[in-house]
């Protein structure tokens, strides 16, 4: 193995929970570099929620190193199993989604995505799986089917465990992997990416390969990114995320909230930065934690925003934290001067998302108007022109009264 290919392995392994099998990952790389071939790095996303956060983000910047080493990354755009609903993780059954759901986040999807990805068609290539899997006859599916056991499909722990408890398993679920492993076949990937969740489903890819004298996919898996709360994996439904499209200010506001002992795993999934550097940053006798926190947030705020907007997402934070001051750009809603609630208000100034979410923050004192709180959403307050009202930490907005 040249000492080249040993300097891509090195940098293909980072950041990753297994390779099957790093050995084999070595010789395609090999043979990839001898004949000037570009291999195809699969990976798929079944559109079933509009947006992605930065969990996300740790399997696109692996493909985006893929590509950056000259191979094609083919973004499956999972259209048909959406329709399915990917069983993993879930301890239910998945309802299924309409095709116009399925295509508007498809769209938003792709859009997102490009933030990460580069998007030149040299080495990108988008892809449908209805293209492929809209065709199959009865046959054809009854066929598929035929290459795998209940046996091997109940290894998987969400079925596995469902099955104890007596819950409902539709038959429909156990197609799922046999899908998306169909969708390598189509596709002929030398490679599949995806989290620690999707390592049966992309094992499967290797074995229906294998099926059709195919050279079975390489299939590296990456970690589940821990949310703001450090315990749970990043989630839009459980509020512990950071969204690609958040505003610079929220977004770096975001990761000054994490734990010190999460950096580390932040730096090494969603940065360039050497591993020596890091090791650096997070060692408190190295540098000091605020400082290296600070480093962290404006280096992702740069990788969707721009460096000047990181710079001074972070000037901002410092004025309202350190300094105690109010934000500048902040948001300003006209109201008339008329008795309304709290959790109107709330919902009029784009505070909160709902009504429970007013009540929760109210409940929990963070919610202050000029400075005061304000523990009762249902309580009725009058607009002042230019009243402060402030949710959480980094939420603002300037009353104007008509």
């Known amino acids: 193995m040249s000492t080249q290919v040993m300097e891509q392995l090195k940098q293909l392994s980072r950041g990753t929970v297994e390779i099957f099998t790093q050995a084999e990952l070595g010789q395609r790389l090999t043979e990839a570099a001898k004949s000037g071939r570009q291999m195809r790095i699969k990976l798929g996303l079944d559109p079933t929620s509009p947006d992605i956060h930065l969990g996300h983000t740790v399997v696109l910047r692996k493909m985006r190193q893929f590509q950056d080493l000259g191979h ?7 259209d048909y199993t959406a329709r399915i609903g990917d069983p993993t993780g879930q301890n239910s059954t998945r309802p299924m989604l309409t095709p116009e759901q399925i295509e508007q986040n ?7 995505a490009g933030k990460i990805l580069d998007t030149d068609p040299a080495k990108l290539e988008v ?13 054809d599916t009854i066929r598929l089917a035929a290459t795998m056991t209940v046996a091997r499909m109940l290894e998987r722990d969400t079925f596995d465990i469902r099955y104890k408890k007596g819950d409902p398993i539709g038959v429909h679920e156990f197609l799922y992997p046999l899908m998306q492993g169909y969708d390598s076949v189509m596709i002929r990937s030398d490679v599949e990416l995806g989290g620690t969740d999707q390592t049966f489903n992309n094992l499967v890819g290797r074995d229906l390969q294998r099926q059709d004298n195919q050279p ?3 299939v590296i898996t990456t970690p589940i990114l821990v949310g703001l709360d450090g315990k749970e994996k990043m989630s839009k439904s459980k509020g512990n995320y950071v969204g690609v499209t958040d505003e610079p200010a929220d977004m770096f506001g975001k990761i000054m909230s994490i734990s010190d002992a999460m950096m580390e795993n932040y730096y090494t999934l969603l940065t360039d ?6 090791a650096e940053l ?11 926190k600070v480093l962290l947030g404006k280096t992702i705020v740069a990788q969707f925003h721009g460096p000047a907007a990181a710079a001074a997402a972070a000037a901002e934070f410092d004025k309202i934290f350190a300094q105690g001051q109010l934000p500048d750009d902040m948001p300003e809603i ?25 009540k929760r923050l109210c409940a929990q004192g963070g919610v202050t108007l000029d400075g005061r709180k304000a523990a009762d959403a249902n309580a009725e307050m009058t607009p002042r022109d230019g009243m402060v009202v402030q949710v959480g930490k980094r939420r603002f907005a300037r009353l104007r009264v008509k």
Request: aromatic share 4%; hydrophobic share 40%.
């Open 72 to 78: 094609k990354a083919v973004l499956i755009i999972g």
């Open 106 to 112: 498809a769209r938003t999807y792709f859009e997102q």
């Open 127 to 139: 892809r449908h799986n209805s293209e492929w899997l809209a065709d199959l006859r009865l046959a």
């Open 216 to 218: 079975p996919q390489i």
């Open 273 to 278: 930065l050497p591993l020596e550097r890091v």
């Open 282 to 292: 997070t060692d408190p006798n190295r540098t000091h934690p605020k400082e290296a």
């Open 334 to 358: 006209a109201l008339p001067g008329e008795p309304i609630n709290i959790k109107q208000l709330l919902l009029v100034c784009q505070l909160v998302q709902t009504g429970n979410e007013a």
